[in-house]
């Protein structure tokens, strides 16, 4: 299995059976800042029995992951979050509790686990999707491009063009899907990048809903990658500069696989 460089989770879909104190503030009715969020609470605490055709529930650990998994990710994290998306006390309770778990195995990393968190004021959930040219959007890439520029020694990283990873990268995989299906608006991604050279390619497939496959699908996509089946991955893929990335269930998703890695490692 190839060394998994750094985990980025762009307002990643987390939620629970008992509402965080920030949460129990959101009006749980159809008036006021809820029914304009892309995800108001009582939508969120239906979705996933919803998307599991009621197999699951809010305390299902692949959307509640228990505090003794957070140890097992990666040594590298970032986490994105919106001022007024719902799941945004979600997200900085994970990286929270990523923070305070230190990299259980030495060859993880020589310290403490890198966590950054980037916060969008005024932004709602997956806003730089619909509105990628927005200045928000655009200071959210390029804090994700400075993320994987950096180096993992903590030096500084190679001069870079504004809005392009110094190290190019390949969309090995991409698994894209609308959890939330009657909301045109609502788009989630999960990718894997490798450092390479050359133009960049993107492989994506697109689904109405995710389902349990979503988690072996991108495992198996991870498999493949680390493989160097592929002629190009095996001639200019750098398996130490993989990184997971995604959005929303994208990000949810990515963050299984890298725990998954961290126990096949292990």
């Not at 969020?37 to 939508?43: D, K, S, T």
């Not at 969120?44 to 998307?51: H, I, K, Q, S």
């Not at 305070?100 to 005024?122: F, I, L, N």
């Not at 969309?171 to 990048?193: I, N, P, Q």
Request: with cysteine.
């Amino acid at each position: 299995m190839m060394d998994i460089a750094g985990l980025i989770m762009v307002h990643p879909y987390f939620w629970g059976a008992k509402r965080l104190p920030s949460e129990l503030a959101w009006t749980d009715d159809c008036e006021g800042a809820s029914a304009t969020a892309v995800f108001p609470p009582y939508g969120v605490d239906r979705l996933w029995p919803f998307v599991t055709a009621g197999q699951a529930g809010n305390n299902d650990p692949r959307i509640d992951p228990p505090a003794s998994e957070v140890s097992l990710a990666c040594s590298r994290v970032l986490i994105a979050v919106a001022g007024k998306d719902t799941l945004r006390d979600r997200g900085l309770d994970l990286a929270a509790r990523m923070r305070d778990h230190d990299a259980p195995w030495p060859w993880m990393t020589p310290g403490r686990r890198e966590v950054t968190v980037v916060e969008s004021e005024g932004e709602d959930h997956g806003f730089h999707l619909y509105s990628p040219l927005r200045a928000t959007s655009k200071r959210l890439m390029g804090s994700i491009v400075e993320f994987i520029n950096q180096q993992p020694n903590s030096s500084p990283a190679n001069p870079m063009v504004f809005g392009v990873p110094t190290t190019p990268f390949k969309d090995v995989f991409g698994y894209g899907m609308a959890m939330k299906s009657w909301s045109k608006r609502s788009s989630m991604a999960t990718s894997f990048k490798i450092g390479r050279v050359g133009p960049s390619n993107k492989i994506s497939v697109r689904l109405p809903m995710p389902t349990a496959a979503a988690y072996d699908d991108a495992w198996a996509a991870l498999q493949w990658a680390a493989s160097s089946s592929d002629p190009w991955l095996a001639s200019y893929a750098d398996p130490a500069r993989t990184f997971l990335a995604g959005d929303s269930a994208g990000g949810n998703i990515v963050y299984h696989t890298a725990v998954r890695a961290s126990h096949e490692v292990n």
